[in-house]
């Protein structure tokens, strides 16, 4: 059951989405080589305390970090390792959720690591545009998966591919509610959306092929063919007079 927020409740949800945005832009600085990701984690979980916010993710089915820092050809789920180091040439995926008065915001970005190589950088901004052509169709009496099918639509126009495996949710109380929020569909499919829905909108993009399968670990998600993949994340309202990018800074 979809969980509809009041103007309050968003209004409420603000604080917990922009402290997401605000530690996300952050963290971009300390993306270097040399850096490993615990470090980022551990900046993450730093931040979160000194602006009053809890972790989202830490203890969430087990999950033992604040931070999920995928590289190269993981897609999602990375765990922090003082062992993985950031060389030149990585691409890296961070997302981030926190907690605060009880309203989660979630949100995601992937960063290049010093020089990467353009078929590198050219996933990355393909991502981050087809997650903004995904919000643009955010409208009030607008069907679900027209969502998914502006984002498929545009990075499949350019060779690349989407995750099916792993999608977007409603977002509020709870990390993940419905409706879950696919990456691909058809337009005019699924529920119409109303004022009130949170939702988010997560692409996951494939340099390859779309298949993706869970190390051993049991949470990093990589792709098959072990090319790249980029991963962009928004927490959006939905309101009476459009959308709001809730953890947009
Ligand atoms: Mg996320
Ligand atoms: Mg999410």
Excluded at 178 to 203: H, S, T, W
């Amino acid at each position: 059951m979809v969980q509809l927020k009041s103007p309050t409740e968003i209004d409420q949800m603000r604080t917990a989405c922009k402290i997401v945005g605000q530690i996300l832009v952050e963290i971009e600085e300390l993306v270097k080589p040399g850096v490993s990701t615990a470090d980022l984690d551990l900046f993450c979980q730093t931040r979160t305390k000194e602006l009053g916010a809890k972790p989202a993710f830490k203890g969430y089915h087990g999950f033992p970090a604040t931070l999920c820092v995928s590289v190269n050809e993981e897609v999602v789920h990375g765990i922090p390792s003082k062992k993985r180091i950031l060389k030149s040439g990585d691409i890296v995926g961070c997302d981030f959720g926190v907690i605060y008065n009880g309203w989660y915001g979630d949100s995601a970005k992937t960063f290049r690591v010093g020089e990467v190589t353009d078929s590198a950088m050219k996933l990355i901004e393909a991502t981050r545009k087809s997650l903004y052509l995904g919000i643009e169709q955010c409208i009030v009496g607008s069907h679900l998966f027209n969502i998914g099918h502006a984002v498929q639509n545009y990075v499949e126009s350019l060779g690349y591919s989407v995750v099916r495996e792993f999608v977007g949710h409603g977002i509020g109380r709870s990390l993940h509610e419905d409706p879950q929020v696919p990456n691909f569909g058809a337009r005019g499919k699924g529920m119409l959306l109303k004022p009130g829905m949170v939702l988010a909108i997560e692409p996951m993009i494939n340099m390859g092929s779309p298949e993706v399968k869970v190390l051993s670990d049991g949470w990093t998600a990589v792709t098959v063919d072990r090319k790249y993949s980029a991963h962009f994340e928004h927490t959006v309202a939905i309101t009476e007079n459009g959308y709001e990018i809730l953890t947009q800074v």
